[in-house]
């Protein structure tokens, strides 16, 4: 399974990004789609997440992204808005995936993006 995550970049402040990760391989089923983020000198935080019963976002976030999912396609999509100097940050996918009927789901991970944010 792999991810290749896309659309990072500089941006200014109250400016927008939007985020794609998408997963490729050999896959059966994806449960959770997970957005986190990293900023220098700080731990890794959860950003969003979704699954068939909805999303849920870090308080940080919350009103300003929205994570979306394309089943169709096997991505994952995070649309950023009024972004703000302190979102800047290494952002990756993580997704929750079984690979055969039956078969445990796993966490798999993506490569990270970098958002930066300008005051």
């Known amino acids: 399974v792999q991810l290749q995550a896309s659309g990072g970049g500089l941006v200014q402040a109250g400016g927008s990004l939007r985020l794609s990760c998408a997963v490729s391989?050999?896959?059966?089923?994806?449960?959770?789609m997970a957005w986190y983020r990293q900023a220098p000198g700080k731990q890794g935080e959860l950003v969003a997440s979704?699954?068939?019963?909805?999303?849920n976002y870090a308080d940080a976030v919350k009103g300003r992204f929205t994570i979306s999912r394309d089943n169709a396609k096997n991505t994952v999509y995070l649309q950023m808005n009024t972004l703000k100097p302190e979102d800047t940050a290494v952002y990756s996918c993580?997704?929750?995936?079984?690979?055969?009927?039956?078969?445990?789901?796993?966490?798999?991970w993506g490569q990270g993006t970098q958002v930066t944010v300008s005051s």
């Open positions: 979704i699954s068939s019963t909805g999303a």
């Open positions: 993580s997704v929750f995936v079984s690979q055969r009927r039956g078969s445990n789901y796993n966490t798999y």
């Open positions: 391989g050999s896959i059966f089923s994806i449960n959770l």
